[in-house]
């Protein structure tokens, strides 16, 4: 398809597995953006991907978040150890151009995580 | 603290009227704004932006307008249709100023609902 893929669309775990969430972007878009929206919030950044530069960071909420993303297309973000709180919808996004003034963000459908 | 807030979770309209979405923001840093809708189990889709330099965009049925001084939005939607139903998110970015002008800061949503 043409737009954002993730994988996958839902997954229940027990507290304390990791999990992977996958993002594939729009063939061509150099920017790459995971953000989740918790129950009732409004969507929290996590972490930015721009071709080969050092990625943003500074949204993970802990150190137990952990995202790559190889080859500049396909992103992974990893947790480890989950807890409840984890409990959200992730979303990645992907856009042409990293300024959110010329290029806007095109999101996926999300992976809804659910930690028992 | 919530940087971008949109403080009426829900509102119902009757179709063919107007809808009236509002957003306030704190940081006065931010120079770009954006409306994005969602669907149901489905991802946030860009909607219309409004950078600092304008106090209004127009697209079709849908309007922004931009008060810099009481830091606050509004996205109008004229005439309202029931497809309009969906949560519509404010967000913000420093779009023009450098910095985080990738990084969108976003509202917790309001819930339009739009009656035949």
């Known amino acids: 398809g043409a737009g954002v893929s993730q994988s996958p669309s839902n997954k229940v775990t027990e507290k304390g597995k990791d999990v992977e969430l996958r993002c594939d972007p729009i063939s061509g878009h150099t920017a790459l953006y995971w953000y989740r929206q918790s129950l009732g919030q409004g969507l929290e950044f996590l972490i930015y991907?721009?071709?080969?530069?050092?990625?943003?960071k500074s949204g993970l909420p802990s150190d137990r978040f952990s995202a790559e993303r190889t080859g500049g297309s396909v992103s992974t973000l990893t947790i480890q150890r989950t807890q409840q709180e984890d409990s959200a919808v992730y979303l990645c996004?992907?856009?042409?151009?990293?300024?959110?003034?010329?290029?806007?963000?095109?999101f996926g459908e999300g992976s809804r995580l659910t930690v028992l | 603290d919530q940087q971008v807030k949109q403080n009426s979770p829900s509102l119902s309209v009757q179709e063919g009227r107007i809808s009236i979405l509002n957003c306030d923001y704190t940081n006065s840093m931010f120079d770009y704004f954006l409306w994005y809708k969602k669907y149901p189990a489905e991802g946030p889709t860009f909607l219309i932006s409004i950078s600092s330099i304008k106090d209004k965009n127009e697209d079709g049925r849908f309007t922004v307008f931009l008060n810099k001084s009481a830091k606050h939005l509004s996205l109008h939607i004229v005439p309202s249709q029931p497809g309009d139903s969906a949560v519509y998110f404010c967000a913000a970015s420093q779009g023009r100023r450098g910095g985080s002008n990738y990084k969108l800061t976003f509202g917790k949503g309001t819930l339009l609902t739009v009656n035949p």
């Open positions: 996004a992907s856009s042409l151009n990293y300024r959110t003034n010329t290029g806007e963000l095109f």
């Open positions: 991907f721009q071709g080969n530069s050092a990625p943003d």
